[in-house]
């Protein structure tokens, strides 16, 4: 693993001292098994200890370790016969968005998300998972199948954002997100989402109108980036940890108002520390979830996808607005 973030230094360290005392103890014999030991202990504490204490703008870096599993990591790790799909029957094939038909626990599902790439030349393919209208539009045609077929759907939220760019903009991004948003909560079929890393922006919410959201507890979901947020309203992009601060952006947040329905725990030191034990705990959740909603008709369940949203946020009614009376001007008749 390459990319070390600075607040892990300290523990990457205590890590190498103990792999140095193996390698020592291998070659020459010696028994140094009450040091490992030792500094093994220390390293799991501080791990902890840190872990334990994380800043937004810290968990915002967790979101975006190119290290942790992308959307294609838990499509091998949880589900089987997989058939991936293309394009958007209009002339494109978004490869930010992945899709297809597969199977949990022999369950015929449709899994659709955003994927990033592990270097540059995958990134390039992938556009840094920032999908432009056609994958949005592929998407919803898989929905639609789905839909069709009774498959519940499951989502995969990742991605900085869509893609900004002008030739994005010119086949109409704006629409293709607000399209998905507003079909998404029409489908008669059950969806669960779950924001594995990044949720930024219309970008994520394209595939975020679900019975359940879910989130990882080092993903972030949110309107705006925070360096995006610090541009606009300190002109300065460093000023990201102050607004990741202020946006509540956290999975922490996020189920605290409710945005989210459940936090799954990532493994000590983050999702990009232990692939398998992060995917074990999605596959867990989404088979709790999936089997709730599995009894639900499918007005039941518009219902309960349009409840969930409706109940995002605290209205108060205003007092009624009254008008002070002129001098000299009569009462009006009471009712």
Not at 89 to 94: E, L, N, S
Not at 258 to 284: C, F, L, N
């Amino acid at each position: 693993m390459d990319t070390v973030l600075e607040f892990e230094r300290p523990i990457i360290e205590l890590k190498k001292r103990v792999e140095s005392l193996r390698e020592i103890e291998r070659e020459t014999g010696a028994d140094l098994s009450a040091s490992i030991e030792q500094l093994g202990r220390q390293a799991d504490q501080l791990q902890r200890s840190i872990f334990d204490q994380l800043t937004p703008w810290q968990r915002t870096q967790l979101s975006r370790h190119p290290s942790r599993p992308y959307t294609l990591d838990y499509v091998d790790g949880l589900f089987t016969d997989w058939m991936e799909l293309h394009g958007d029957r209009a002339g494109h094939d978004d490869q930010a968005i992945v899709g297809g038909l597969c199977r949990l626990d022999g369950r015929p599902v449709v899994v659709i998300g955003h994927q990033k790439g592990r270097n540059t030349r995958e990134n390039l393919k992938r556009n840094f998972g920032m999908p432009r209208p056609d994958g949005y539009r592929k998407a919803l045609r898989l929905m639609r199948l789905a839909e069709r077929f009774g498959r519940p759907i499951i989502t995969f939220i990742d991605t900085p954002g869509a893609y900004p760019g002008i030739d994005a903009e010119e086949r109409g991004q704006a629409e293709a997100i607000a399209k998905n948003i507003m079909d998404m909560s029409y489908l008669r079929v059950p969806v669960v989402a779950v924001v594995i890393g990044e949720g930024g922006s219309g970008g994520a919410l394209a595939l975020g109108v679900a019975n359940r959201v879910l989130m990882l507890e080092n993903s972030t979901y949110s309107v705006i980036s925070p360096e995006g947020c610090a541009a606009i309203l300190w002109r300065d992009r460093a000023e990201g940890p102050r607004a990741a601060e202020a946006l509540r952006i956290t999975a922490g947040d996020c189920l605290r108002l409710r945005v989210v329905d459940e936090v799954i725990p990532e493994p000590t030191g983050g999702a990009h520390r232990d692939h398998p034990g992060v995917i074990a705990a999605v596959g867990a959740a989404l088979r709790h979830h999936l089997g709730a909603l599995a009894g639900l008709s499918p007005e039941a369940l518009q219902d309960d996808r349009y409840d969930r949203f409706r109940g995002l946020g605290a209205v108060t009614e205003p007092p009624p607005l009254t008008m002070p009376l002129l001098e000299g001007a009569a009462e009006p008749p009471s009712a």
